[in-house]
């Protein structure tokens, strides 16, 4: 079963090939929109939709000369349906739900944050049901047990801003360029360890939520206070607030797998990436005797490839059904705890 897998939820457009009954990816094209919103410092909503259908056929076209195939060898469409810009997953969908009436295909739409918790599996060490995921992607931060495809326990979510967000927001008061993951990153790497303590929101709540906000607005009066703020003082303010999101993140995973009483923990989504986010998580699953998987970074954005690959698995499972309805809807807003069987 051949199932093509469509992402245009916000600022990258992925297309991707996946062979359900081999279980592998025959290829896979993505575009990032990340040069067109700096000059913005954020995703603006309607470039982003119009970005995407310039750049969808092109990538289907890659794609398919990639793998070898033809649109007539694609069984399955897949399409994100949600959660996302509305307008940016309208593209997305128009166009599967297009291309699916043109070659008489059946067509799926899949949750954004689920292809992202099966992410971790396109690896080239995938791990085994059930585990806890880290899910930090974007505008969300989630811990999940994943008992199998399908079936979803939300364990704790942040309240306000996400990990993503505050990375995004405290970039632009460090004057650092979007995306603000990587620019805290690469500017925390110069800052003097211990010079600056920040709080750790909810580390003592007893659950598993998180809340951020309150530490972009620490970051906010830090800057304030120094009125000068020299490099070395812009550096120590970014290595003080990756500090704590990365110990708080760590912390609560930590308690999620207590809890849960499971060995494997998956990160994935975006702020997966970060290298100190991987060095901490790594140090605290090896003491509790655990294992840690991370996606390959090409897994940890946006793909196309997640998506073929979420509705290939729920397919297999016995848990959805391609259809040859052609009439769509997107969901902005969608709880992934509304997909557990």
Known sequence: MLVLGIESSCDETGFALYDGVGKRLLAHALHSQIDMHRAYGGVVPELASRDHIRRALPLLEQVLGDAGC????????AHTRGPGLAGALLVGSGIAHALGFALGKPVIGV???????????????PPEFPFVALLVSGGHTQLMHVKRVGQYELLGETLDDAAGEAFDKTAKLLGLDYPGG??????????????LQLPRPMRHSGNLDFSFSG?????????RKQTNLCEQGRADI??????????VLALKSMAALKATRE???????????????????QADVTKRGARVYFPELQ????NGAMIALAA?????????????????????RWDLGSLTT
């Not at 033809?70 to 469409?77: A, E, H, L």
């Not at 954004?112 to 690896?123: F, I, K, M, N, V």
């Open 111 to 125: 949750h954004h944050l689920e292809g992202h918790l099966l992410s971790p599996l396109l690896s080239q060490d």
């Open 299 to 302: 897994w940890c954005t946006d």
């Open 182 to 195: 990587p620019a805290v990153a690469r500017l925390a790497e110069f800052g003097t360890p211990g010079a």
């Open 215 to 223: 530490l972009k607005t620490a970051v906010l009066t830090e800057v």
């Open 70 to 77: 033809g649109k007539n060898d694609i069984d399955v469409i």
């Open 238 to 247: 970014a290595l003080a607030f990756q500090d704590a999101i990365v110990d």
């Open 263 to 281: 060995h494997r923990l998956v990160v994935s989504g975006g702020v997966g990436a970060n290298s100190a986010l991987r060095k901490r998580l």
């Open 312 to 332: 290939s698995m729920r397919m297999a499972a016995g848990i959805e059904r391609a259809a040859h309805d052609y009439s769509f809807t997107v969901k902005p």
